[in-house]
């Protein structure tokens, strides 16, 4: 019961990368989590286990991944034209301009200076923002998203080395699980030797 408590602690205590994602346990002796062949199914299975959850992990980080590449030029863009306005005299022309209402439908407008920009939040809400507030949540919103794409990059090779971990563990279980296989049969060749010989 003692050594059970035990185990679980070790388990609980597992290290993880920074966000939490827990280290792949490396397996250098094989003794350590198989003590006869009746443990390695329950072992492999865990095994496979984990590498599906990391697996799954990995999936959902490049989702994101790709959901972060396709956001950021959009964001960089916003910002760029707003610090463009800003830049603006007051008693300047107004610009003639392109821009896109659709993925293939554009209109032409005049901007006059302006001290205010409206902007997409998402969700189908738009707000007015002075050009400085505006500025300054974009330029915020774009050090979020590019750190969040680092992050999750580094997960992702992150999680690429505990899978290797993993699938490296199961071969040395199923390695051992050959090896004590074979030992047995020979073993039980030899018990038949032994039975079959006369006199023995």
Known sequence: MMASKGKEAARDATPTNPRGIPYAPFVDKVEDYVSSRADVEPTLRRFQE??????FMEQNLQRRVGGLRDKLPDIQKTLETVRFLKLRASDSDPIETTFELNDTL???????PTDEVYLWLGANVMLSYPIDEAEELLDTKSKAAKLSLSNCEEDMDFLRAQITTMEVAVARVYNWDVVHKRKEKEEEEKQKGKAEVPGA
């Open 106 to 112: 554009y209109a032409k407008a005049e901007i006059p």
């Open 50 to 55: 984990m590498i599906a959850k990391y697996q």
